[in-house]
């Protein structure tokens, strides 16, 4: 589970032709079951699924992670050192402890549906820039939580 704590991180972000998809708010990712986890943080996200950067921040806006993807290519900074994956999701579900469909946050962020097997999206307050999915299936369940401030 993703349980970092650092006092900044530093890595070059990816190329991104547009800041067209950037997002920042707060973040929490829960995980149900025997071995229950749950995190929060403020974030920035820009990009889409095949190119982007997450910025995980402490609440005193320290940076805590850094996750770059592009080009088949994915790779975590934070004070645990370097992770590095070919895949984008299998590195999320790594540091998450459970999957997480990045494709589908992009889309749910700018306020469309997008179905995923096992996931339920909740869009009705994404005019307000909150958006809720929770994963019903592969067990456990998790819930996902999002508030934007841009």
């Given at each position: 589970?993703?349980?970092?704590?650092v006092t900044g991180c530093a890595s070059?972000?990816?190329a991104i032709a547009s800041d067209t998809n950037f997002w920042t708010g707060r973040l929490a990712?829960?995980?149900e079951g025997r071995d229950a986890q749950s995190f929060s943080a403020l974030f920035e996200l820009r990009g889409d699924d095949q190119r982007g950067e997450l910025v995980l921040l402490s609440p005193l806006g320290n940076r805590?992670?850094?996750l770059t993807w592009t080009d088949g290519r994915a790779?975590?900074?934070s004070s645990e050192g370097r992770r590095s994956s070919?895949?984008?999701d299998t590195l999320v579900e790594d540091v998450a402890g459970t999957p997480v469909p990045i494709a589908a946050l992009f889309e749910w962020l700018k306020g469309r549906p997008m179905a995923v097997p096992g996931w339920e999206a909740d869009l009705s307050a994404s005019a307000e820039g909150r958006v809720t999915a929770r994963r019903h299936s592969p067990p456990p369940a998790a819930s996902l939580r999002i508030a934007l401030t841009r």
């Open positions: 589970m993703l349980s970092l704590v070059r972000a990816p990712l829960q995980v805590v992670a850094q790779e975590l900074v070919s895949s984008l």
